[in-house]
């Protein structure tokens, strides 16, 4: 059974820092792209960030978080990390990750493409 558990939200001061982590089991972690997504209340789930199998050879931030936010992965520990750093208060929502069973040189920002989701993990920004 594939299982993908996010930790490491909570809540944190506008200008801060977190870091997110979600650890996978039940599959071949390499063989994953991974992505984070987000939802707000009231709001559509939205991609945040990709990276690509393997050793992650490539990464994909939308506008929003370019330049703050930072995807990465430890295929040894099974785990996908988001490194999020000048939170702002628009950035509190509920952060998903995700997994996409595909092997070339691409991640998908559509919530449509990943095959498992975890629960997700609370980040709440304060102002």
């Known amino acids: 059974q594939v299982q993908l558990v996010e930790s490491g939200g909570g809540l944190v001061q506008a200008g801060g820092f977190q870091r997110l982590s979600c650890t996978a089991s039940?599959?071949?972690?390499?063989?994953?792209?991974m992505g984070w997504f987000r939802q707000a209340p009231g709001r559509e789930r939205e991609g945040v960030a990709c990276i690509t199998w393997g050793s992650g050879g490539r990464k994909y931030y939308t506008d929003f978080v370019q330049g703050r936010f930072t995807i990465s992965r430890d295929n040894a520990k099974n785990t996908l990390y988001l490194q999020m750093n000048s939170l702002k208060p628009e950035d509190t929502a509920m952060y998903y990750c995700?997994?996409?069973?595909?092997?070339?040189?691409?991640?998908?920002?559509?919530?449509?493409?990943?095959?498992?989701w975890g629960q997700g993990t609370q980040v709440t920004v304060s102002s």
């Open positions: 039940g599959l071949a972690f390499d063989d994953y792209a």
């Open positions: 995700a997994a996409d069973r595909r092997i070339d040189d691409h991640c998908s920002g559509s919530a449509v493409a990943y095959d498992y």
